[in-house]
Each structure stands twice: as C-alpha cells, then as structure tokens.
C-alpha cells in the first residue's frame, strides 16, 4: 500500500533521509540579451516565466533502503535528487539527511579539466569528504575498479564521456558512504562496466547503505530497488513497491493506486466497485480505494443497500440511523449478514473461537459465518480466534460482501 503521509510524522531513529513539503521554482528566460528584453517589453512579450519543479514533497527513506526516484522528464527527479545532495536548495520545506552523502549526480562533477585524472580523484575524493590518509589508503582500488590505469596521468579533458564515469563512480563507491544518489548516469558506460557498476552497488546496499537511484531503466530499477517513488509534475502520485511503482509509469497501474496488483483482495475490491457496493475515491488523476479505512455503520447501510442480491437489513438500518458514525465491528457485521441470510442454524461442528464467549450476543452469528466460510477467523483447535471486537475496513467489507454473494448464490 503506498506511504502517503508526511515525512515530519515517519521520521524515527533508522530515517536516513526525510523531505518535507519540499518545494522548488526556476525561473525561467526567454530571452538571451539586454537588448532581447528590451524589444520583447517594448513589444508587449513576456520576458521570464516560472516553473515549477517541485510541489509539496514529503517522504522519508529509512537507512539501508533502496529507492528509485521515477517519472517522466520534467516530473523534477533529478530536481529532487540534487536537493537530497545539497547541489540545490529547497525555496520550502526541509530536506534532513543523516550520513555521508555521495552522489554520481552528472558526469565528471567536481572534476577539473586541467586535472589529471591522479589528480581529481583527490580534488573528488575530498569534496566527498575523504581524509587524505583515506584516500592514498584506496587510491589503487578506485584505480583498478576505473579500469584507466594508462591514463590516470593524463588530463581529464581528453577523457571519453565513459571514462569520466568509470572515474567517477569509482570514487564514490570508494568513499566512506552511508547514502548513495545515483542519476542516469550507469548508462553512459558500457554494458560490461554496467554490470560491474550494479554488482557493486548492490554489495554496498546488502551492507547496508541507503541507495537512491533515478534512472529511465524501469527493468534495472524493478531489480535494484525495493520501493518505488513516482513523481508527476512536482508532485508523488505514488510511493511503494518499486514493480508497481514501474506498472504506473508504463501505463499498466492497478486500477487502484492503494491496491497492487499483488494485493491479496484485489479481485474482491474490484468487484465492490464494479458492483456499487462501495464507491472509489477521485483523487487528481487518480483513483484510490483506501482499503484500511474503517467502515461506520451509516457507510454499511449503504454498501447492503446497494447489494441488490443482499437487499437491506432493518435492525442495522435503525442503528445507522440512530448512531451512524459508530465504527462496525467484526461481530456486528457477522450478525447483519447472519440474519441476511434468514439466520440459519449451526451444527454442533460448528467452529468455536477462544475470543468468543458462549453467551456472546452474536455467537451463531459468528460461528454461522466461520462455518460458510465467510470469516474463517485465526489458528486452529482451541486456539482459534475471530477478534469480534475488531474495526471492520472497507476491505474487509468487500470480501465479507463477495463471500456472502458466492455462499448465497444458489439459495
């Protein structure tokens, strides 16, 4: 289910990274020169405009997550990544990070041209924060990763785009990191350097660094990371598994953005709305479920209401008249759909639940509704439990309802 709630209210003592309300405006030019502006005023035109890159941002990232950062171009991912860093500022919000921070944000950033490559790996190394004992400690290894023994001498502005990163990313991965920001720039390299490069960042996420990529590379993302953030337009529209986060941005999303694909009760969920017995929520371009909400007896009413086979029920009518926003319990919707059902019998084989006592006011009711395998309840033998005094959600709604359809089809 996807996080939406602020960062300030996530944070705890593993947060490795908390964005809150975040927000970011360019300004944008149209035009080049003093001469440019003066004709465009002179002629009426609009000289600048703003854009906005980021808009109410929040979420946390735990240390030793691994997240993709996900939209389309101008959906302010790498906006976003480079405020992570410190590269930009937010014009709102905060933006708190705990741990060194290396970023692989652009190309040869933090690299001079006049340099050798020797020497911006110590001009890098400790913009990175390196010490020098750190640096001359692992200067070989971040040269034999690199693969550019031959020109570690040679000046950086004769280098290939490739070998910019492959100096590049050997230095970060060299560092003392606890949070890594990797943006697009893995597929500059070549396919073996690639993989070389995400064997390597997948050691420094199974030790436990935080990881935080952008990349237009949905397979590579789906197997790298293990939670998605999709951004639109400035703004999350998703945050949770990262194989669903990747659905949304290939135009295959669940119906549903609260409720994936691999949702357990995605098929009875569906058919709640598809029937009318539950309405979904519009929310922007979205549509949301909203499956842990809990369900008030004025909401039930009518959900029974709009099941034409179920039809209505007069006792929880009453009640959601006189007290409607009253939160249904497991034992009160297993009594309404007992006597739905023309509140028939149980055997003596019956299921019987520790939690329930035996002159509970909806025991048959309880027992009636294990039986048709309604609500199964917990465990086995003696230890069984139904937890009769638990919120009933809108989810549970919906399965109890598609159970109680099939269950009732033939009467």
């Not at 001359?136 to 693969?147: G, H, L, Y």
């Not at 009875?268 to 929520?281: R, T």
């Amino acid at each position: 289910m996807p996080r939406t709630s602020e960062a300030s209210a996530r944070v705890t003592a593993r947060t490795a990274i908390a964005v809150s309300d975040v927000r970011k405006t360019f300004l944008l030019r149209h035009t080049h020169s003093l001469k440019e502006s003066l004709v465009a005023k002179v002629r009426g035109r609009t000289i600048s405009s703003t854009f906005d890159a980021l808009s109410g941002v929040d979420f946390a990232i735990d240390a030793g997550e691994s997240v993709a950062l996900l939209g389309f171009n101008g959906s302010g991912k790498s906006t976003l990544l480079k405020l992570i860093s410190g590269v930009l500022r937010p014009d709102d919000g905060t933006i708190r990070t705990r741990g060194r921070i290396a970023g692989l944000i652009e190309v040869g950033a933090g690299f001079h041209p006049d340099l050798s490559g020797r020497e911006n790996i110590y001009l890098n190394a400790a913009i990175l924060g390196m010490t020098r004992e750190e640096i001359d400690a692992r200067f070989d290894d971040i040269v034999a990763f690199s693969e550019i023994e031959k020109f570690i001498d040679t000046e950086v502005k004769h280098y290939s785009s490739g070998m910019f990163l492959r100096l590049a990313f050997s230095v970060a991965i060299h560092t003392e990191v606890d949070i890594l920001l990797v943006d697009e720039i893995l597929s500059v390299g070549d396919e073996p350097f690639q993989k070389k490069c995400l064997a390597r960042i997948r050691e420094l996420h199974a030790a436990g660094k935080t990881l935080v990529v952008v990349s237009h590379d949905l397979d590579m993302v789906s197997r790298l990371c293990d939670r998605g953030i999709l951004l639109r337009e400035g703004k999350v529209v998703f945050d949770g598994d990262a194989e669903e986060a990747v659905e949304q941005m290939r135009g295959n999303a669940p119906r549903f953005v609260d409720v994936g694909r691999t949702h357990p009760f995605a098929e009875q969920i569906a058919w709640a709305v598809d029937s009318g017995v539950l309405p979904d929520v519009e929310v922007g371009a979205n549509r949301e479920f909203r499956p842990q909400v809990p369900v008030d007896r004025a909401t039930l009413a009518e959900a029974v209401e709009r099941f034409d086979v179920v039809g209505t029920d007069e006792r929880l009518a009453t009640a959601a008249e006189s007290d409607p926003s009253v939160v249904v319990d497991r034992a009160e919707i297993a009594a309404v759909l007992h006597r739905l059902a023309g509140e028939p019998s149980v055997g003596a084989k019956a299921p019987t639940f520790a939690d329930v006592a035996d002159d509970h006011p909806h025991l048959t009711a309880i027992r009636w509704l294990a039986t048709t395998g309604i609500a199964v309840g917990w465990g086995e033998g003696r230890t069984r439990e139904f937890r009769p005094d638990a919120p009933v959600t809108r989810e549970s709604v919906a399965v109890f309802l598609h159970r109680y359809a099939d269950v009732t089809a033939d009467r």
